[in-house]
């Protein structure tokens, strides 16, 4: 869903540069090829009974039911329609929302690192940012406050910023994968970085290391003060 969310907007933006060159049967056949893939993605991975976007197995030539973050990449390139984006929105409040922000699947207990209870920063920005682009405030806000205080909590209790995150309140590292946890993680130094700029308020702009003031009862309140 991801992959084709991208190539989308790559296609899009291709059509639209070219346009500005003078280039028009370029412009013409990037327009034509995000449109057949527009269709292609209303067809095989958008589904309407559900309200949301999934992955598609083409040997299974079916959908594929495990819901994920990625489900808000059309949001995040404004591929989807208003109606598609406050269902998709509706579904990601009530089933991939955690206490530390969005989750990456529905998926726990697998032991991989992309499952539950890990959160990742890309696609936290993915989300906030697909969700602002359809007016969907309050539930970006909230997104970003849970996240803020989970990265806040870790870095007042351990003085760093590291590459994923449990989404709950705990002492636990994020594991899964191939490697060990890795500290100092540039998506989440440049994504938490911005996310504390535009929300000077949030008590993650206050955090001092090695002093847990964090407090995860907080998070919900400021999104919900700061909700329009």
């Known amino acids: 869903m991801d992959l084709n969310s991208l190539l989308y907007r790559l296609e899009r933006q291709i059509a639209e ?14 327009r ?3 449109a057949t893939r527009l269709a292609a993605i209303d067809r095989y ?11 598609y197995d083409w040997q299974g030539r079916r959908q594929r039911d495990n819901l994920t973050a990625a489900t808000l990449a059309p949001l995040f390139v404004q591929l989807a329609s208003a109606e598609q984006a406050a ?3 509706g579904i990601v409040r009530t089933r991939l929302l955690a206490p530390g922000g969005l989750s990456t699947t529905e998926i726990a207990g697998s032991g991989e ?15 906030i940012r697909g969700l602002q682009h359809y007016g969907h405030d309050a539930l970006a806000l909230d997104i970003e406050a849970r996240w803020l205080s989970i990265v806040g909590h870790l870095f007042e209790r351990e003085s760093k910023l590291v590459e994923k ?8 590292h994020a594991g899964g994968g191939e490697y060990p946890l890795q500290d100092g993680f540039g998506w989440t130094n440049g994504v938490t970085r911005k996310l504390m700029q535009e929300d000077p308020s949030h008590q993650a702009n206050r955090c001092r290391a090695g002093h847990c003031r964090a407090q995860w009862a907080d998070a919900r ?4 003060q700061r909700a329009p």
């Open 17 to 30: 540069l070219s346009a500005v060159k003078g280039q028009s049967a370029c412009a013409a056949e990037f």
């Open 87 to 89: 269902a998709v929105a």
């Open 165 to 172: 995150y449990v989404l709950r309140p705990c002492t636990e």
């Open 32 to 34: 034509q090829r995000a």
């Open 45 to 55: 991975l958008w589904n309407p009974q559900v309200g949301a976007y999934f992955d």
């Open 221 to 224: 309140e400021h999104s919900r």
């Open 113 to 127: 690192q992309w499952d539950r209870p890990n959160g990742w920063a890309p696609l936290q920005w993915i989300g």
